[in-house]
C-alpha cells in the first residue's frame, strides 16, 4: 500500500489566480495614473515653494473656508488632508475589504505573508526613529512617519523601470500597501488624536449605521448615501478623531458578494466593486495628487539649508526608517513567515526581488506627509517634509538599481505570463496552474 504525499505548502509569492491577476492589473493602471499625478503635484510644489513667489503658495494653502458654526471653517491644507484624503481612505478600505472576503487573500495561508510583511516594515522603522532620535526633545511624537508605504509613488517608479515586474510581486506590493493603510489609519486613529469629544463621536454611529443598512441592501443613489457620508465625516472631524477614519469605517460597511443566501454568499462583483469602480479615479486622480499639491511644498533655503535640515535627529530618523528600516522589516518578517510555514519562494522568482521591492516600499510620501504634520503641526513640519521627500527619493533610486538587474528575468516571467496559445483570452499559465499541472 502506497503511502499517500504529503500536500505541499504554497508557493511563497505564488501566482495566484487569472481573476485576481486581472483584477490587480486594473487597479494598478489606475493607480500608475495617479502615481505620476501626485508626482507631477509634489515637482510643482517644491518649485512654486522655492521660487520668488513661495509667498503665494503659503496663501493658497492658509486660504480658509467652511461653516464656523460646524467646526469646519478649514485652511485649504485641511480640507486636502481631512477631507480629500477620506476618499483616499474609503478606497483603501474597500480593497482591503475586497481582498479578504473575495480576493485570494481570503485563503489565511496566502494572507499572512503580506500581513506579516506589512506589520514587520512599521515595526522596524519606529523603532530605528526611536533609537536614532532618543534624546531629542519632543522627537518620539513623530515615531509613526517612516512607517507608510505610498502605493501610487511606488507604482509610478515601477512604470518606468518595472513594466514587466511579475503578478505575484505586483499582488504583493499592492496587498502590503493596503494593509499598511489600514495600520497606519489605526495608528492615526490611536495615537493622534489630542482631544476627545465623545459625543460627536456617538453620534457619528447613527449615520454611519444607516449608511451600512442602505448599502447592505445594495442601495446606490447618491441623494442618499452622501449626505450620510459627509455627516458620518463631519461628525468624526468634530470629535478629534482623525476624520479620515471616517472614510475606512464606510468602506468596511460596504459589501463585497453580490447577494447572500441561507447557503452562504453568492460570490460575484457585489457594491464594493461598483463604488471602487467610481473612486478610485477621483483618490488617484484628485484627493491624491492635490494633498500632494498642498502638503510637498517647502522651501529648502539651498546647500545650507538641506545641511541643517539633516543635523536634525528628527530627519535622519525618517530617512533611515524609510530606507533602512521597511526593506529590513518587510524582509524579516517576510522570512520567518517562509521558515514557520514551511513555504518555499516560487521557483520563478528569487530572494533579489523581495530585497528590491521591499526597498521600494521605503517610498513613504502621502502618508507620511500626513503623520508628520499630525505629530509636528508648523513647528518642525518642513523638516519632516524634507525627510520624507529624501527617504522616498533615495528609496527610489536604490529600487530602481535593483529592480533593474533583474529586467531580463521579469521579462521572461512576463511572457510565460501572457502567452495565450489557444487564444481563449485566459493567459495558458493560470489554465496549467489552475488543473494542477504547473505551480
Known sequence: MTTPTPPRPPALLGRGSWAEARRIADILRKETVGGALLLAGAVAA?????????GAYEALRAVRFGPEALHLNLSLATWAADGLLAIFFFVAGLELKREFVAGDLRDVRRAAVPIAAALGGVIVPALLYLLIT??????????????ATDIAFALAVLAVVGRFLPTALRTFLLTLAVVDDLVAIVI?????????????????????????????????????????????????????????????????????LRSEKAGGPEAGPGLAE?????FRPLSAGVAVPVF???????????????????GDPIVVGVVVGLVVGKPVGILAATWLTARFTHADLDEDLA??????????????????????????????????????????????????VILRLRD????????????????????????????????
Do not use: C
Not at 46 to 54: E, V
Not at 134 to 147: E, H, L, N, V
Not at 219 to 240: C, M, Q, T, Y
Open 46 to 54: 517644491m518649485i512654486w515653494a522655492n521660487s520668488p513667489w513661495a
Open 134 to 147: 532618543r534624546g531629542a526633545q519632543g522627537a518620539g511624537k513623530g515615531w509613526a512617519i517612516p512607517t
Open 188 to 256: 492615526i486613529a490611536l495615537f493622534y488624536t489630542d482631544h476627545l469629544a465623545p459625543l460627536p463621536l456617538l453620534a457619528a454611529l447613527v449615520p454611519l449605521a444607516a449608511f451600512t443598512v442602505l448599502v447592505q441592501r445594495r442601495v446606490r443613489s447618491w441623494w442618499l448615501l452622501l449626505p450620510l457620508a459627509v455627516a458620518v465625516w463631519a461628525l468624526v472631524h468634530a470629535s478629534g478623531v482623525h476624520a479620515t477614519v471616517a472614510g475606512v469605517l464606510m468602506g468596511f460597511a460596504v459589501p463585497v
Open 274 to 278: 461598483h463604488f471602487e469602480h467610481r
Open 292 to 310: 500632494a499639491f498642498l502638503s510637498a511644498g517647502v522651501s529648502l533655503g539651498g546647500l545650507d539649508g538641506l545641511a541643517g535640515a539633516f
Open 351 to 400: 530572494w533579489i526581488d523581495l530585497v528590491g521591492l521591499s526597498v521600494l516600499a521605503g517610498i513613504g510620501f502621502t502618508v507620511s506627509l500626513l503623520i508628520g504634520e499630525l505629530a509636528f503641526g508648523a513647528g518642525r513640519d518642513e523638516y519632516v517634509k524634507v525627510a520624507v521627500l529624501s527617504g522616498s527619493v533615495i528609496a527610489a533610486l536604490l529600487a530602481t
Open 408 to 439: 531580463r528575468a521579469y521579462r521572461r516571467i512576463h511572457e510565460i505570463e501572457t502567452a495565450d496559445l489557444d487564444h481563449d483570452g485566459v493567459p495558458d499559465v493560470y489554465e496549467r496552474d489552475r488543473s494542477g499541472e504547473a505551480g
